[in-house]
Each structure stands twice: as structure tokens, then as C-alpha cells.
């Protein structure tokens, strides 16, 4: 049976470094949305902030197609994004009646104050992401979700890591081997 490492959490929670170090001590597929979403916008170009959730949309039906089709194979993958569960439940749905991976949930998260001040450093270096993810435009909004939308693992069946990046020296080592433990028994 194939396995899904999902990495999940609020945005600036640490999830696409996690992801990338999950990524190489694996040596799994990593479907990351911001990757695909970015491959979208060069493609496709970008404009505002509506065009880039519906670039997002697009980018987690892709991500779960190729998703789809690893497990098909019986490859196990790593799937990275901050997934909303009444946006992607039908996604994991379809994962589960077809495949019927074993998913390992990494839960990454920061304190308040901390994913507000990195939401901010996108914000204003222009430098820092792709552009066609608009982050000044988005910040506002993103901000309140925040404070709205409390932090909580996805519902999926398995095994589920917290990753706490609140500290700069986060132990990324460490959840690597939480996870390394459950891919291996």
C-alpha cells in the first residue's frame, strides 16, 4: 500500500521547508501547490489577487492528479500545501476511495505573532516569492485568516507530527525522524 506524507498548516507555518527536508531524507515525489501554482503563473501569467486563487484551485486539482496517478503506481509521495479541508476534502476523498494510501499528516504551525511578522517579510520583499502570488495585496486578508481560522490538523485517518516553527531553530531533525519512524513500520 502507498503511503502520502501530507504537510499542512497555516501559511508561513514552515511547511515548504519542512516538505523539502521530508523530500530528501525520502527521496519521495514532492507535490508542493506553490510550485505548480508558480509553474501556472509563468505559464499563464498573473494579475491580482482573484486570479491567484483561482491559479491556487488549479494547482491543487493537479496536485492531486499526480498524486492520483504515483499512487496508482504504488509511489509514495509527499504533498505540501496549506490545505483547507472544506476546499480539499473531496480531493482526499478520491485519494482514499481509489488508492487507499496510509497518509501521514505533518502539522506545522507558529505562534501567532510569528506568522504574522513572516505573512509581513513576503509582503514587502519583492524579492521573496513569485510575484503572482501577490502578497502585499493579500496580506490584509491572509492576516485575518489568521485570527479566524483556527490552526487545526486536517481529519485524515493516521499518523499525525507537529512541527512547531515559532523558534528559529526549529527541529527540523527531529520531525524528519517522527515521520521516518512512521513511513517505516
Same mark, same amino acid.
Given at each position: 500500500?502507498?503511503? %502520502?506524507?501530507?504537510?499542512?498548516?497555516?501559511?508561513?507555518?514552515?511547511?515548504?521547508?519542512?516538505?523539502?527536508?521530508?523530500?530528501?531524507?525520502?527521496?519521495?515525489?514532492?507535490?508542493?501547490?506553490? /510550485?505548480?501554482?508558480?509553474?501556472?503563473?509563468?505559464?499563464?501569467?498573473?494579475?491580482?489577487?482573484?486570479?491567484?486563487?483561482?491559479?491556487?484551485?488549479?494547482?491543487?486539482?493537479?496536485?492531486?492528479?499526480?498524486?492520483?496517478?504515483?499512487?496508482? %503506481?504504488?509511489?509514495?509521495?509527499?504533498?505540501?500545501?496549506? !490545505?483547507?479541508?472544506?476546499?480539499?476534502?473531496?480531493?482526499?476523498?478520491?485519494?482514499?476511495? &481509489?488508492?487507499?494510501?496510509? !497518509? %501521514?499528516?505533518?502539522?506545522?504551525?507558529?505562534?501567532?505573532? %510569528?506568522?504574522?511578522?513572516?505573512?509581513?517579510?513576503?509582503?514587502?520583499? /519583492?524579492?521573496?516569492?513569485?510575484?503572482?502570488?501577490?502578497?502585499?495585496?493579500?496580506?490584509?486578508?491572509? &492576516?485575518?485568516?489568521?485570527?479566524?481560522?483556527?490552526?487545526?490538523?486536517?481529519?485524515?485517518?493516521?499518523?499525525?507530527?507537529?512541527?512547531?516553527?515559532?523558534?528559529?531553530?526549529?527541529?527540523? /531533525?527531529?520531525?524528519?525522524?517522527?515521520?521516518?519512524?512512521?513511513?517505516?513500520?
Amino acid at each position: 500500500m502507498a503511503m %502520502v506524507v501530507v504537510v499542512t498548516g497555516l501559511p508561513g507555518a514552515g511547511k515548504s521547508t519542512i516538505a523539502r527536508c521530508l523530500r530528501d531524507a525520502l527521496a519521495w515525489p514532492l507535490l508542493a501547490k506553490d /510550485a505548480i501554482k508558480e509553474s501556472l503563473f509563468d505559464s499563464l501569467g498573473w494579475s491580482d489577487r482573484a486570479w491567484s486563487k483561482r491559479v491556487s484551485v488549479a494547482s491543487y486539482d493537479l496536485m492531486f492528479r499526480c498524486a492520483a496517478e504515483l499512487l496508482r %503506481v504504488q509511489v509514495n509521495c509527499i504533498l505540501e500545501g496549506n !490545505f483547507r479541508w472544506s476546499e480539499n476534502e473531496h480531493h482526499f476523498a478520491h485519494l482514499t476511495a &481509489e488508492h487507499a494510501p496510509t !497518509f %501521514v499528516q505533518v502539522f506545522c504551525s507558529a505562534s501567532q505573532p %510569528v506568522l504574522q511578522a513572516r505573512l509581513r517579510a513576503r509582503a514587502t520583499d /519583492a524579492a521573496a516569492r513569485h510575484p503572482g502570488h501577490v502578497d502585499a495585496a493579500s496580506l490584509a486578508e491572509l &492576516e485575518a485568516e489568521l485570527c479566524e481560522r483556527p490552526p487545526t490538523p486536517l481529519p485524515l485517518s493516521g499518523p499525525l507530527v507537529r512541527f512547531d516553527s515559532t523558534s528559529p531553530a526549529a527541529p527540523q /531533525a527531529d520531525i524528519v525522524a517522527q515521520v521516518l519512524r512512521h513511513v517505516r513500520t
